[in-house]
């Protein structure tokens, strides 16, 4: 059974970091791509940054460019985010996501089969 349990999230001031997890059972990494996507309130689910399973190539949306650094660790069958100079629009709940077929548009969370339960993130001013 495919699952992903997304951890790290919290409460912190802006200008702080945090580091989000995402920990894979039931598949292997290295056949999977996969995304880090948010839900602010009253807002539609938008794409954070992805990495591919074919050469790791990675994708930041441009809100989080310089900012937030995705990372895969094999080994550990985890996926990381990275969040640093965190602002209050990060305000949100962060999902990971999974596929394993060829993705076309590596933001789109419509191209992800699997999601976590997702991790809140609040960036308080």
């Known amino acids: 059974q495919v699952q992903s349990v997304e951890s790290g999230g919290g409460l912190v001031q802006a200008g702080a970091s945090l580091r989000l997890s995402c920990a894979a059972s039931g598949f292997t990494l290295d056949y999977y791509t996969i995304g880090w996507f948010r839900q602010a309130p009253g807002k539609e689910r938008e794409g954070v940054s992805t990495?591919?399973?074919?050469?790791?190539?990675?994708y930041y949306a441009d809100s989080v460019k310089g900012r937030f650094t995705i990372s895969r660790d094999n080994a550990k069958n985890t996926v990381y985010l990275q969040m640093n100079s965190l602002k209050p629009e990060d305000t949100a709940v962060y999902y990971c996501?999974?596929?394993?077929?060829?993705?076309?548009?590596?933001?789109?969370?419509?191209?992800?089969?699997?999601w976590g339960q997702g991790t809140q993130v609040t960036v308080s001013s």
């Open positions: 990495i591919s399973s074919s050469d790791g190539s990675t």
């Open positions: 996501a999974q596929t394993s077929t060829v993705v076309a548009s590596y933001l789109s969370p419509y191209e992800y089969d699997y």
